[in-house]
């Protein structure tokens, strides 16, 4: 009865470095959801998938990141020469809906960027 | 583009008393979603309003969604110091998939 779990708990990069933070979904939810949340503020909405789909990535602040969820199941968001703007915690959330669905959150990536 | 604003930001009672967070969206919401986040967690979700004027309750925490689908209200009754937090409210566009959150009320219980 595992939740969504997600790893690395901590990374701590040098700037200009490459990152991938993992997400492992809930078994079975359809939808998967990427965030990333600074310190004091509400997540803020990166992309989504359903199933293998990326339906919408426009939350993606720049080309250096990309995400993936090849079948439809484990997520990888790559964050390439990293800046310290993208500082922040990481989170994933998987929902069993297609759409409108409550979403069930991972403990979070903490990405330290020096 | 879309926004959603929350007030207030932070606010601190003494155990026993209320608690009202307010939720604002620039735009009509097909639904909206309440999450609570622990200090040092992440957010869990606490409930889900879809129909205009709608209103829930989960033991002393009572949910409303506006008759314009625009709003929301969070209030919890006689506050305890497990009710610690912050609550985020968020709404999906029309066509799900992006949710978007508020910035979050921090309550913090003084025993």
């Given at each position: 009865?595992?939740?969504?779990?997600?790893?690395?708990?901590?990374?701590?990069?040098?700037?200009?470095?490459?990152?991938?933070?993992?997400?492992?979904?809930?078994?079975?939810?359809?939808?998967?959801?990427?965030?990333?949340?600074?310190?004091?503020?509400?997540?803020?909405f990166?992309?989504y998938?359903?199933?293998?789909?990326?339906?919408d990535?426009s939350g993606?602040?720049?080309?250096?990141?990309?995400?993936?969820?090849?079948?439809?199941?484990?997520?990888?968001?790559?964050?390439?020469?990293?800046?310290?703007?993208?500082?922040?915690?990481?989170?994933?959330?998987?929902?069993?809906?297609?759409?409108?669905?409550?979403?069930?959150?991972?403990?979070?990536?903490?990405?330290?960027?020096? | 583009?879309?926004?959603?604003?929350?007030?207030?930001?932070?606010?601190?009672?003494?155990?026993?008393?209320?608690?009202?967070?307010?939720?604002?969206?620039?735009?009509?919401?097909?639904?909206?979603?309440?999450?609570?986040?622990?200090?040092?967690?992440?957010?869990?979700?606490?409930?889900?309003?879809?129909?205009?004027?709608?209103?829930?309750?989960?033991?002393?925490?009572?949910?409303?969604?506006?008759?314009?689908?625009?709003?929301?209200?969070?209030?919890?009754?006689?506050?305890?110091?497990?009710?610690?937090?912050?609550?985020?409210?968020?709404?999906y566009r029309?066509?799900g998939g992006k949710l978007i959150?508020?910035?979050?009320?921090?309550?913090?219980?003084?025993?």
């Amino acid at each position: 009865g595992a939740g969504v779990s997600q790893s690395p708990r901590y990374k701590v990069a040098k700037r200009g470095q490459d990152v991938a933070l993992r997400c492992d979904p809930i078994s079975g939810h359809v939808s998967l959801f990427w965030y990333q949340q600074a310190l004091g503020q509400g997540p803020e909405f990166l992309t989504y998938f359903q199933n293998e789909a990326q339906l919408d990535k426009s939350g993606l602040p720049s080309d250096r990141f990309f995400a993936e969820r090849p079948e439809g199941s484990v997520s990888t968001l790559k964050i390439q020469r990293t800046q310290q703007e993208d500082s922040a915690v990481y989170l994933c959330a998987s929902s069993l809906a297609r759409n409108y669905g409550a979403q069930y959150f991972g403990p979070g990536t903490r990405l330290l960027v020096l | 583009g879309q926004q959603v604003m929350q007030i207030p930001q932070y606010q601190h009672v003494q155990e026993g008393e209320d608690f009202t967070t307010y939720c604002n969206s620039s735009t009509t919401l097909s639904n909206i979603q309440w999450y609570k986040q622990r200090p040092g967690g992440h957010p869990v979700f606490l409930i889900q309003l879809v129909k205009s004027g709608e209103v829930k309750k989960q033991k002393r925490l009572t949910f409303q969604f506006g008759e314009a689908k625009k709003n929301s209200s969070l209030h919890i009754t006689a506050t305890q110091t497990t009710d610690v937090g912050t609550y985020f409210c968020a709404g999906y566009r029309n066509q799900g998939g992006k949710l978007i959150f508020g910035q979050g009320t921090e309550l913090s219980v003084k025993p």
